[in-house]
């Protein structure tokens, strides 16, 4: 396998990283998961957008631009002979002793890559997943897809050990997200999700999903719900890069609807598939 680090295309015994890495002291840093189709790269624009906004709301200036991201993850998918899989991207704001302000003079950011082979999640997708309502602790900006991941992490662990796939993050009694996907309800025709603050981030598959709902005629409120409403949805089901549009069948053992994959989360399933590469 071939691994991208520090401008370098390399064998996975020729990575250096330092102990002095923030990302490693701190979780200092940003990152994105991108999809790959049948070799070919998925909203990936996107993905590189949101990294390049992510690290700005935390003041790291990434020494590339745009197109060296769509080359390097090219790069990967063709030495890698990737079909179905995605691609990992990380910039930390470098490597220095430690201190927790910002290395004076500024160090150059670390940007590291590298694509994994994984199938489409067909079984989740067709069958849906339960997921466990979890109270969401995590700091005020999750619209920065940080690495600091440890309120995410706790959260899908707490599902996991519950037999479940994913939390159902709640704040102050409203639906907020998943640990690492977003989360949806209908009820009588209309999608409900959570709008766009800081306390969500902005999924790629959310926007997607939106779009394709505009497409559909399907009627949409960006607007919070409360866990009390989540339990009375018709349908509901939740989005992320590696899990497309997943049903969510249970929450907390209770039923959502008839139990099965709801008919608008299946139309918006078919409509997905119709536009990957
Ligand atoms: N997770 N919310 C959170 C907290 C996430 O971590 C993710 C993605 C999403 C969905 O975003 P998108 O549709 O752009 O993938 C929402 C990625 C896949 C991960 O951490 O592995």
New binding site residues.
């Given amino acids: 396998t071939i691994y991208f680090i520090d401008g370098q295309f390399t064998e996975r015994d020729g990575l250096k990283i330092s102990i002095d890495d923030r990302g490693y002291y701190f979780g200092d840093g940003v990152y994105e ?1 991108i999809k790959v189709y049948g070799g070919k790269l998925y909203t990936a624009k996107e ?1 590189i957008n949101r990294l390049f906004q992510s690290a700005s709301k935390i003041k790291i200036a990434i020494p590339y631009e745009e197109t060296q991201f769509m080359e390097i993850a090219n790069e990967l998918i063709s030495t890698n002979k990737i079909l179905d899989g995605h691609i990992y991207i990380q910039v930390t704001r470098g490597s220095s002793p430690r201190t927790h302000h910002f290395p004076q003079p500024a160090v150059t950011p670390v940007v590291s890559a590298y694509a994994v082979s994984n199938p489409r999640p067909v079984a989740a997708i067709e069958n849906g997943v339960s997921v466990k309502t979890v109270e969401d602790v995590r700091w005020l900006r ?1 619209d920065i ?1 940080s690495l600091n991941l440890l309120g ?1 992490v706790l959260a899908k662990q707490e599902a996991h050990e519950a037999g479940c796939t994913e939390a159902l993050l709640h704040r102050n009694g409203l639906v907020m ?6 989360m949806f309800g209908v009820k009588n025709g209309k999608v409900y999700t959570h709008p766009v603050t800081n306390l ?2 902005n ?4 926007q997607v999903v939106l779009a394709l709902c505009k497409d559909l005629g399907i009627s949409v409120d960006e607007k919070p719900f409360t866990l009390d409403e989540a339990f009375e949805m018709d349908e509901f089901f939740l ?4 899990s497309e549009i997943t049903p969510i069948t249970s929450i907390d053992g209770s039923k959502v609807g008839s139990g099965q994959p709801g008919p608008l989360t299946v139309k918006l399933q078919k409509a997905f598939a119709l536009q990957i590469p």
């Fill in positions: 998961v993905h999750c897809k995410n997200e998943g640990s690492s996907s977003n969500i981030l999924g790629i598959t959310r989005t992320s890069t590696t």
